[in-house]
């Protein structure tokens, strides 16, 4: 019997990878604020990644913890601090104090978004370029598993996700598409691969238009993408025109999220 506990299991992605990660023998433990109904070979903690105290006893008896939970766009800077970046911290600690020996933890693309064409294919270590408030938060979560790791022997996997839902919305995901399939196949290979350490590695599918980032660092770990945005381009470029390589959406690898106008202070 393994026990993963998922924080914000109520999510897109978390939503996406309960089934995905089933199996016999395994239970999969969901914290959310949220309300959650538990189905077969599921347990739900309704709970905040801010309460120490209620991550812990989730992290009980766990195996390994993936941590999506936080907010997943820009807000302003003490929501962010609070949920993101202090609740990160606590997951970690909890994970420590409980005595689980593994945890994923969900980074972005906006870790490093500043990054442009000219840096492709970005390399696991490549230098954090973070383009929001959101992305310096998945830079501090990234350092805290490194912390983690060297200091107290955990397992940290960082997932750079780029962009993650059932099918590429925009003319951009035809290069950084991540689909739930991939993304089930991904998480999988985080959670069984054996002594990983600390690694970093990208989030995205076996995309056509791909290149922007590295697959070398997930291969290791056993990913293999299956699915490519292209079966879209069809319709999104009936709908869009083909791509401007000026748009900010190609100039940087964190598209709309570097432009001035996301300024979180007036969100």
Do not use: Q
Not at 13 to 31: D, E, F, N, Q
């Amino acid at each position: 019997m393994s026990t993963i506990l998922i924080t914000g299991a109520a999510g897109g992605i978390g939503t996406a990878l309960r089934p995905r990660l089933a199996r016999p023998g395994r239970t999969l433990r969901l914290l959310d604020l949220e309300p959650l109904e538990a189905g077969p070979g599921e347990e739900a903690v309704r709970a905040s990644v801010t309460d120490l105290a209620a991550v812990t006893e989730a992290c009980r008896d766990a195996d390994a913890v993936i941590h999506l939970g936080g907010l997943s766009g820009e807000a302003p800077w003490p929501r962010i601090l609070e949920t993101n970046i202090d609740g990160t911290y606590k997951v970690f600690e909890a994970a420590r104090r409980a005595g689980v020996p593994r945890v994923v933890f969900a980074s972005s693309n906006h870790a490093v978004g500043f990054h442009t064409p000219a840096d492709y294919p970005l390399s696991e270590d490549t230098t954090t370029l973070p383009d929001t408030y959101y992305g310096a938060s998945k830079v501090a979560g990234e350092a805290l598993g490194a912390l983690y790791h060297h200091r107290y022997g955990l397992d940290v996997i960082v997932v750079r996700i780029l962009t993650c839902f059932p099918k590429p919305l925009d003319l951009r995901a035809l290069s950084t598409w991540l689909s739930y399939d991939d993304c089930g196949r991904l998480f999988e290979a985080c959670i069984t691969a054996e002594k990983p350490g600390y690694r970093v590695v990208y989030g995205v599918s076996a995309n056509t238009r791909g290149g922007w980032v590295s697959l070398e660092g997930a291969a290791a770990l056993g990913y293999v993408a299956k699915d490519d945005a292209e079966a879209y381009a069809g319709e999104l470029l009936a709908e869009h025109g083909e791509p401007d390589p000026a748009d900010r959406l190609f100039t940087y690898l964190g598209g709309h999220f570097t432009s001035p106008r996301l300024d979180a202070d007036n969100l």
